[in-house]
């Protein structure tokens, strides 16, 4: 069925054909039964805020499809985003199981469906699962795992140069290799890679200038490819 | 709430999740389970290292245990020091991913290791306890977001 913003709902999550890769969701036809009972479905339009941080937690959010970015804001009140956020997975499992407030606000980034499960239901649900828990411990560790890797970098590197090629060589692992260079989508703006890597658009805007001038990169619209990949991992720290 | 018996636990230790503090009671069911593998080391002594391959969760019973991380270029950066109590390596063997950092005692240190395999299997036989392994690794993902904060600055 579709919805005003163009997505195929996923009715049923017995049926889901999504399931298989996702680390959450590809659990047994009992677990599946009782999730379907305590999960609740929406779509959102792009923009749309699941949680704020600080909020109180109410429960959490299975992204089913979609894409979204965690921020939170910065001691001297910057917006940063934390991290990208995939379908397939939990959001505000931090507060929800420890029972302090959202530690980030989630909004979407295009139009989406996520399933809400209440914090009671939730608990509940992982203390009769044992497969869930050590699943929802999982992906809890990846996201600890990933922070840590923002950690090592931010506490690690200096310039805002080295924090745009280390971002550019983490998303040309998704690219595609050909004979001009690895090519990838961008559609992240200045302002947002500026938030991510804690830095001024300006300085995002003048880093891309200076990687252009000298052939490091070449930007073709929202296509952008990399031309000289070991000049940018000599950049960075690692 | 139950009084506590001579063994220092309440009566029934499902109860016990809900009432005393997430580390203390992970703490407590994984000696009971883990405590013939008690090693003394040395101060200086390594536990692991940054990248290497996760072999197991190490229970720091005494002593106070450093955490770091370094670049090739030989900057170190301190994360935190532990203390008794605390559990380490505990995201990267769930994650199944290296260790995000490195240990190293900075005093003389007692510590349980639960190899990979079997800490699973604990977790997956006791749902309690696994509810508050979760517990702690939300508290310790909460602290490494704003550990990036404030390095963003």
Known sequence: ?238 | MAKRNSNGCHGRCVDLADTVPAADYLAHEALKRFSQTTEARPEGSVLFEEGAAPTGVFLLRAGRVKLSVSSRKGKTVLLQVASPGEFLGLGAVLAGRPYEMTAQTVSPAEVVFAPREEFIRFLRERPPVCLEVIRLLSYELIAAYERVRTLRR
Request: glycine share 8%.
């Open chain 1, 1 to 238: 069925m579709r919805t005003p913003y163009g997505l195929d709902i996923i009715d049923n999550c017995m049926t889901c054909n999504l399931r298989e890769d996702r680390l959450f969701c590809n659990l047994s036809q009992g677990a599946l039964k009782n999730l379907q009972q305590i999960r609740s479905t929406a779509s959102y339009p792009t923009g749309a805020v699941l949680f704020v941080e600080g909020q109180a937690p109410r429960g959490v959010f299975v992204l089913c499809q979609g894409r979204a970015k965690l921020t939170a804001s910065s001691a001297d009140g910057k917006t940063l985003i934390l991290k990208m956020v995939e379908p397939g997975e939990v959001l505000g499992l931090g507060a929800t199981v420890s029972g302090r407030n959202y530690e980030a606000t989630v909004e979407l980034l295009e139009p989406s469906q996520a399933n809400f499960i209440r914090r009671d239901d939730f608990l509940k649900y992982l203390k009769e699962h044992g497969e869930v828990a050590l699943r929802v411990a999982q992906q809890l560790s990846q996201n600890y795992h990933s922070a840590y890797e923002e950690i090592r970098f931010l506490g690690l590197s200096h310039s805002t140069a080295e924090k745009v090629a280390r971002l550019l060589l983490e998303w040309s692992q998704k690219g595609q290799a050909g004979k001009d260079g690895v090519r990838m989508k961008v559609t992240l703006t200045h302002e947002e890679i500026a938030q991510m890597i804690g830095t001024s658009r300006e300085t995002v805007t003048r880093v891309f200038s200076d990687f252009k001038k000298r052939k490091l990169i070449e930007i073709k619209g929202s296509t952008l490819v990399i031309r000289n990949k070991p000049a940018l991992e000599q950049m960075t720290n690692s």
